[in-house]
């Protein structure tokens, strides 16, 4: 079976059961400053766990591209990936265990979904603690399903919650037991009679969170409204598993990525360990750098944030790719261009965004090749007894080795990097808000505290007032907003003059004292562009988005094409935000910079 085979069938099964599919959501959080990327299906939709409504309806299915860099040094094994896809079916306050338990058996089993032998599949489910009961609904449901099916109950576990939960994402938000389901990946003939957590063979295909509690700020488990499911199939993972691989990097989403690496570097794929691990790196991490850069939110190579993992994907791709042999000048965007290819058709931002990820590739490579060789020329002269804080700090400032690199040359050579004097010395170099931003590496997400959300409604105001000075050439090339501060990335090729930073502070602290109103509609795509909202437009399903337009109050009342013409800003967000501008009190903007080619960056704050 082909990639683009599971997830369209996938996508059917549950529109077959009335889902509404919907668009992968960006990879970059839009409002969530405790976390850089999108780490799985569930975290675009928090709102909508928590109750808001969801403008597609209740029942949803989508493939949602996600970012884990957790595990950054595990990846040139057989299963780990820092870009991948997973699949997943939502119930938001719809349907709840019946459905989804049933659902998943059915898709796995039966002919409309995957046809997968039943005799290798087993499940567990949630054994209870202090927090919350045994899932006994869960297991009987399942032994149900077994014993329908021939199947013994024994291949049911039932397991503690370090197996069987899932959430919150970050230290609060909505959480609850969840149903995972194995595939048996050894002989057909020696399926053992239960489920054995130890056992490498049995391997995890889907899971399936009953989402029924929201874990509070004093870490209590309270019940939420509406009882929700959230299930994630990873597709590299399954694809492998149902065409009976055990390498993912042997299925169709990575063999013409590891095709071009043979080629170019002469080298076999399985040739020696060592050349597999460094194809499997490349693959991954060129993969994941041009989707990243190629998102909507796109971001560049830089040295903080996202920005630091996309330089460290690509430069840890290099130097792997000089490992293996290759000498050729530019070569990383040729992976780059395989992906565009394979992937375009699912995700259009990625083609249209193609020249923009070449480019940048292409700048990234240039910059760390004029140092690489001095680079490793100088670690190696280092290297005998350890590496110091300092020294390491030198590799990284001057030859652009970022701290894990110089770590795994390190571990190579089994001398050992003094990782916290690395610190110490980044930190004297370095400016309070990127310091905040480790933080962020740890992953969680954020409350949409009363200050965050107003930043957010003033970045609405931001990108007008900037169109509206600057030109209609502006638009938004990212966004990262913490409860201090807000951060907007906008492409505009020059800097800005005083005046002009001027007169868009005026502008937006006009629309506060006008005391506009923001309205939030529900619009179909076409609907929004034809409104001239601004936004991501890429959507192949034709779903319904979130449109919040700030305006004048009398256009509160009666909401018309006419009147919203006239509004200060409109823009396809999915929220939240204030309902008054009045109370965002001063704007003010504190740095005008340059992000990347062709993107400037403005740090902007309220004050009151
Ligand atoms: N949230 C769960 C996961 O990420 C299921 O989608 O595994």
Redesign the pocket.
Known sequence: MTSQDLRQKYLDFFKNRNHVVISSSSLIPENDPTVLFT????HPLVPYLMGQKHPSGTRLVDAQKCIRTGDIEEVGDVTHHTFFE?M?NWSLGDYFKTESINYSWKFLTGSEGLGLDKNRIAVSVFEGDDDAPFDAEAYKLWSDIFTANGLSVERIAKLPKKNNW??P?GVTGPCGP?TEIFYWTGEATQVPGSFNDDNDSWVEIW???FMQYNKNEAGEFEPLAQQNV???LGLERVLAVINGLSDNYQTDLFAGLIKKIEELSGHQYGETPEATRAMRIIADHLKAAAFIIGDDRGVTPSNSDQGYVVRRLIRRAIRYGRQLGITQDLWIKEIAIIAISEYQSIYPEFKKNEAFILDNLDKEEGKFNRTLEKGLLEFNKLSAGGISGEEAFNLYQSYGFPLEITEELAKEKGVAVDRAGFQAELKKHQDLSRTASAGRFKGGLADSGEETTKLHTTAHLLLAALRRVLGDHVTQKGSNITAERLRLDFAHPDKMTPDQIKQVEDLVNGAIVSDFQVICEELSLDEAKKRGAMGVFDSKYGEKVKVYTVCHAEHQAGVTPENLVAAFSQEICGGPHVENTGILGHFSIQKEEASSAGVRRIKAVLTK
Request: hydrophobic share 40%.
């Open positions: 780490t799985a299906g569930m997973m997943g899932w959430g994402a969840d899971n399936n969170v959230d299930t994630g």
